[in-house]
């Protein structure tokens, strides 16, 4: 046995004294009395150790809860216990003495019967009182067994048959009904020990949970409120108190004014009630966010669960926001900008909006040559310069990259989407200098109208994106407006690409080669590989339509590795003498492996690389950089001529001749087409030209037609190769080797010849 339990037992024994008190005044009142009515000496000392004894057990009652809290030791405890059993047990024996006395003393029935049923009265209550404690209830039964059945012995007669019929079933039942007594009461200790544990790990549980619970009865009352429902709603909610109150007195801590609390009062009891089910969502004063969820039970009553979703809620907000929203920018994405403008659309029909469609130039030079934390910075400002020049009037949004667009509702007249237009490329053009590096970059704007061109946001969207495209071909900063042949100029763009993608497959594309000559002795020096593209249905198709298409869709690889194969092999079947110039796109520089395309060529054909001319536009050189620029000097260390083609169109700095690893400087045709009329271009040229010849770079003149254009560079220049077609067009592989072999020279000798006569 425990010893809490154990100490609880002792306990029972010592308290309540007055059932002690009561049992020994009506012994001592009923001994005086026989004792006064028989003059007995020996009852009298009888009566008086009874009392005494009494005496001594009340001052031990005292004396133990005086000494109650020392006791610390089970000994300390069994002593007492003892102590009390001693006494009790001599108690009960003298007032069982107390009969035996009478029966000896006198015969008089009355004081027989008055002593010996005080004595049993005094006994029957041992079972009731004493039972937790066996050894007392056997101490006691025992101490009165032997002075009672003494008594009857000396009644004598019929008194014996009290010992056997009436005495021992009495003392037997004492016992019999103490024990059982015990042992309900152990059973009782036990359930009552274990409920205590149930309740005490229900309470643990119930206040420890993360989310507060409240318990209705079935009159809407309130039975029980857990730690974390004080703690959410900031107030201890007493039991008994109806909804109604209990939200109310939340309200402090609930967001909400008088009048939203009663709301929600009420609609927190009609929940109770089921109407409706479902839960109810609310915010408190700092921002935490509640979820109340009503469950009925089977008695009628309710269980609220109010759950605090505050990180919950953070965190959809968060999802939320990344979903509508551009985290680099923080402009609205595509997918909230599109639900925007559906918006618009369905709820402004009839009115006139403008969509801009907003495309920084060069943006993608920035991000190559600069890395992507400038490129992501230099968005950010044009994002931030974006909301300046819109304000409130406008919605501005990222589509990707950097694209954006900026929706202008219930506009008056088109001239102010012009007005924003315009001012948005004015303030995009404005330099802004990133870690050091000043830059500018331009903006491009494509405008569409709402209904002009279109009525659905996919469509209007589509339109303005071409008329982008129109403003990028006009070249950069420009606004342009959507019209209708851009349209048709798109789906025959579509068209274009779609052949395009099948026109290697289907053996479309073929060669031609125009030779070029060398000005001072008219030998052919080179053919340059010319593309041509026999389109099944269109006829041929010019370079120049479809080259720059093939290099945005970035087909133009494929077809530049196909050209520099056809080309190297056709060049084996002419004599070593012989080059091949080919050109090179800069998309090639940028998508694919140049210098492998260019080393398996040459194996594959077994050309020699001094026999090929590669050649690049200025533009390209200019634009690329490094990275062009190292791939060209390590072809060019192969033995592969390096050619610098369309000089004359593009930078034209001169400066920058000696930087790049070139061999040759081909003079563009509208160059040569000036010559003839423009003494300046004259004088350009042969600027160029004796530059080139200090630097050690050969000049080839192309687009030669007329023979004065021959006469003014014969004259004028230092030229070393020349082509056009004064000599000859392009010729197909046939042609070519026909016009190798018919000997060449005489073409440029003719021209020199005619030149001599005419002096
Ligand atoms: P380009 O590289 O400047 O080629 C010279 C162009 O000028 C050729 O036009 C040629 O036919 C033309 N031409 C030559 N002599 C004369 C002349 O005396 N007068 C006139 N008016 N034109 C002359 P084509 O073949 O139409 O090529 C146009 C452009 O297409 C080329 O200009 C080149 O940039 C591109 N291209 C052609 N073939 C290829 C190729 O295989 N790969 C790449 N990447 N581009 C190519
Ligand atoms: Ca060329
Ligand atoms: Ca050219």
Redesign the pocket.
């Known amino acids: 046995m425990p010893l809490d339990v154990f100490a609880s037992r002792v306990d029972a024994l010592y308290q309540d004294p007055k059932t002690l008190l009561a049992g020994s005044f009506a012994a001592t009142a009923a001994g005086t009395y026989v004792a006064v009515s028989d003059r007995s000496v020996a009852l009298v000392v009888c009566i008086a150790a009874v009392a005494l004894v009494n005496l001594v057990r009340f001052g031990c009652i005292f004396w133990y809860f005086h000494r109650r809290c020392d006791l610390k030791k089970r000994s300390e405890y069994a002593a007492w216990k003892r102590r009390y059993i001693v006494l009790a047990a001599l108690h009960v024996a003298l007032l069982c003495t107390l009969p035996t006395v009478v029966f000896a003393v006198t015969d008089d029935h009355a004081s027989q019967l008055l002593s010996f049923s005080v004595a049993i009265g005094y006994l029957a209550g041992i079972s009731g009182r004493n039972f937790a404690c066996k050894e007392l209830v056997i101490a006691q039964v025992a101490a009165s067994a032997v002075p009672l059945s003494a008594a009857m012995i000396i009644g004598g007669g019929h008194y014996l048959a009290a010992i056997p019929l009436g005495l021992l079933p009495f003392f037997v039942g004492i016992v019999s009904i103490a024990t059982r007594l015990r042992s309900l009461l152990s059973d009782l200790n036990a359930s009552e020990q274990n409920s205590r544990h149930i309740a005490t790990r229900f309470d643990a549980a119930l206040n420890n949970m993360p989310i507060g619970l409240l318990m209705f009865d079935p009159n809407g009352r309130l039975l029980v409120a857990n730690h974390r429902t004080h703690e959410i709603l900031g107030t201890r909610l007493e039991s008994g108190m109806n909804a109604q109150t209990a939200v109310a007195s939340s309200r402090p801590s609930i967001k909400a004014t008088r009048s939203d609390v009663s709301h929600l009062a009420a609609l927190f009891a009609a929940r109770m009630k089921r109407m409706p089910s479902g839960p109810l969502f609310t915010e408190t004063l700092n921002d935490v966010a509640l979820k109340i969820a009503f469950q009925a039970m089977n008695d009628g009553g309710t269980v609220v669960l109010v759950e605090d979703i505050t990180e919950q809620r953070k965190a959809e907000h968060v999802i939320e926001r990344l979903a509508t929203f551009d985290s680099l920018t923080n402009l609205p994405n595509r997918a909230h900008f599109l639900r925007e403008f559906e918006r618009v659309l369905t709820n402004k029909v009839g009115e006139t909006h403008a969509l801009l469609f907003v495309d920084l130039d060069d943006f993608k030079r920035v991000n190559d040559t600069l890395g992507h934390a400038v490129g992501d910075e230099l968005l950010r400002i044009v994002a931030d310069r974006l909301r300046n020049v819109v304000g409130g009037g406008g919605f501005v949004s990222r589509l990707g990259g950097d694209e954006f667009v900026i929706l202008l509702q219930s506009i008056g007249q088109l001239s102010e989407a012009s007005a924003i237009a315009s001012r948005t490329i004015n303030i995009i053009d404005i330099p802004v200098d990133i870690s050091g590096h000043k830059l500018s970059v331009g903006a491009s704007i494509g405008i569409s109208i709402v209904p002009r061109d279109g009525k659905e946001a996919g469509e209007i969207l589509q339109k303005a994106d071409l008329a982008l495209y129109s403003a990028k071909k006009k070249g950069r900063g420009k606004f342009v407006f959507f019209e209708a042949e851009m349209e048709v100029a798109a789906h025959a763009r579509a068209a274009l690409e779609a052949d395009l993608k099948s026109a290697l497959a289907n053996e479309e594309f073929s060669l031609v080669f ?1 030779p070029q000559y060398q000005l001072a002795t008219g030998a052919i020096t080179a053919f ?4 041509r593209w026999r389109h099944p249905q269109r006829g041929w198709i ?3 339509t479809f ?1 720059p298409v093939a290099e945005e869709i970035g087909l ?1 690889s494929e077809i ?1 590795e196909w ?1 520099l194969a056809q080309a190297c092999a056709e060049a084996r079947n002419w004599p070593d003498h012989i080059g091949i110039a ?4 800069p998309v090639q520089f940028d998508r694919s492996d140049v210098v492998g395309a260019v080393k398996r060529v040459l194996m594959n054909t077994g050309l020699t690389s001094t026999r090929l001319d590669l ?1 690049i536009t200025e533009s390209a050189l200019m634009q690329r950089g490094e990275h062009t620029t190292a791939i060209l000097r390590y072809l060019r260390e192969q033995g592969i001529k390096i050619v610098l ?2 000089f004359g169109t593009g930078y034209s700095s001169l400066s920058y001749l000696d930087q790049f690893p070139i061999d040759k400087l081909k003079i563009d ?1 509208s160059f040569v087409q000036r010559i003839e009329t423009d003494a300046r271009s004259r004088v350009l040229l042969r600027g160029v030209t004796n530059m080139c010849a200090d630097l050690g770079l050969r000049v080839v003149v ?4 007329t023979t004065t254009q021959l006469q003014s560079i014969i004259e004028d220049t230092t030229v070393h190769e020349i ?4 000599f000859s067009r ?1 010729l197909d592989p046939a042609q070519a080797r026909v016009l190798i072999k018919a000997e060449p020279r005489q073409n440029v000798a003719q021209v020199r010849r005619n030149r001599v006569a005419a002096c």
Do not use: F, K
């Not at 080919?582 to 796109?585: C, M, P, R």
């Not at 082509?723 to 004064?726: D, H, I, K, P």
């Open positions: 125009q340059e590989a010319l593309i010019p370079p120049a080259i133009i530049g050209v080919v050109n090179v796109s050649e083609d369309d045709r192309e687009g030669v037609e082509q056009g077609y004064l392009p």
